[in-house]
Structure formats: structure tokens, C-alpha cells
Nanobody, 124 residues
Framework: QVQLGESGGGLVQAGGSLRLSCAAS????????MGWFRQAPGKEREFVAT????????SYRHSVKGRFTISRDNAKNTVYLQMNSLKREDTAVYYC?????????????????WGKGTQVTVSS
């Protein structure tokens, strides 16, 4: 069982930046594709970004392309989400997740393990 723990959330003004981190409990982290999802109040959880096992392939939801960057450090069992030019509509709880295999996955049902989330609030 892989345990995932997110950190780095907080309150930021529109236009600002945050970097989220997600640390995994096991070395097997390096074999999983990883993803970030978010859920705003009253809305369904939505895909944000995904990265394959060795960091070579990434994919993003359209609204964050060019502003968010997903990356990973397998030596540290950690995946990151660098968020720049934040907008109020980015406000949500952000979750990281580990998939069933090493590829990229853009749907929630493709993920096996989930963290508990970290709150990101963007003020105007």
C-alpha cells in the first residue's frame, strides 16, 4: 500500500505561484505514473496533470497548460506541481494520485492510491 502526502498548499493572490509536493511512502513510487487532481466546492474532482514513471511524458488539462508544470524526483519519491499565474478558478483541494502502472492517466478511475489533499486558495 503506497501512502501519499501532499504539501505546499495555501493562500495566494491571483497571479502568484505555489509549488505543491506529494511524497510517497515507498520506493515503488518510481514505477507508477502520477497525477494531480483538484476538487472545488460543489464540483466534481477533475484532472489537472499527469506524468509517466520516468518523467518523460506529461499531459495537462487545457485550462492549466502553460501555467502549471508537473515533475517528479524518483530519488526523493516525490512528485511536484508548480503552479504559476494562479487564477481564482484554480481554488480547490488538490490531490495527488498513483496509477496502476507507469503510464500517464487522465481519468480518476485509472488511479490506485490517493493522498488526502491540500487546500489551494487564490484571492483576487
Amino acid at each position: 500500500q503506497v501512502q501519499l502526502g501532499e504539501s505546499g498548499g495555501g493562500l495566494v493572490q491571483a497571479g502568484g505561484s505555489l509549488r505543491l509536493s506529494c511524497a510517497a511512502s515507498e520506493q515503488s513510487f518510481s514505477t507508477y505514473g502520477m497525477g494531480w487532481f483538484r476538487q472545488a466546492p460543489g464540483k466534481e474532482r477533475e484532472f489537472v496533470a499527469t506524468i509517466d514513471w520516468n518523467g518523460q511524458i506529461t499531459s495537462y488539462r487545457h485550462s492549466v497548460k502553460g501555467r502549471f508544470t508537473i515533475s517528479r524526483d524518483n530519488a526523493k519519491n516525490t512528485v511536484y506541481l508548480q503552479m504559476n499565474s494562479l487564477k481564482r478558478e484554480d481554488t480547490a483541494v488538490y490531490y495527488c494520485a498513483a496509477s496502476y502502472d507507469g503510464g500517464i492517466v487522465t481519468t480518476a478511475d485509472g488511479y490506485r492510491y490517493w493522498g488526502k489533499g491540500t487546500q489551494v486558495t487564490v484571492s483576487s
